[in-house]
């Protein structure tokens, strides 16, 4: 007979705690000292880990703030927001960064006509990853010929089912 945790899971022959992993785990955080370990470390992360500590800052703000004080907040990021976006120079920089977009997707049009728009970002990834541009440009295209092939079979497949469909109610 195989034995079994309390939880259902099954047991290995050499388990011996007669617990599952998951269980045995989750008394063992229950008890005191690992507790106490825990708080201890938190404690330490807090203190020597400044992101950590923001995270929880913000944590804590979001627990007190109540949902009237959290909208009145709310609302004054979007009323920054919006006069921010309207103050001439942002408009300005939008519009200048909407041009550069602009510039960049039609010189990439002409140096690398073999790279498809939505993959730019797939081809920035790759070189961001330190892959030479031939490098990059090989897996690019052999993803759209990957896809390419996907798709097919996923047609013939389609028209196969139909197929076995249009056979089946004929009779
Ligand atoms: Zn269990």
Redesign the pocket.
Known sequence: MTRA?????PLGRRNETG??R??SSKRLSLRPEVQEARRIGLRKKYATDPAFKAAHAERMRNLVLSDAAKEKMREVGRKQYRELLSRPDMLERRQSETAKAKRVSSWMATTMPWLPADRIADYRTYRAARYSPAEARAMIEDAIRADAAAEIAARQQAMADKHARDLASRY
Do not use: K
């Open positions: 945790c309390e939880c259902g899971a617990r599952c998951s269980c």
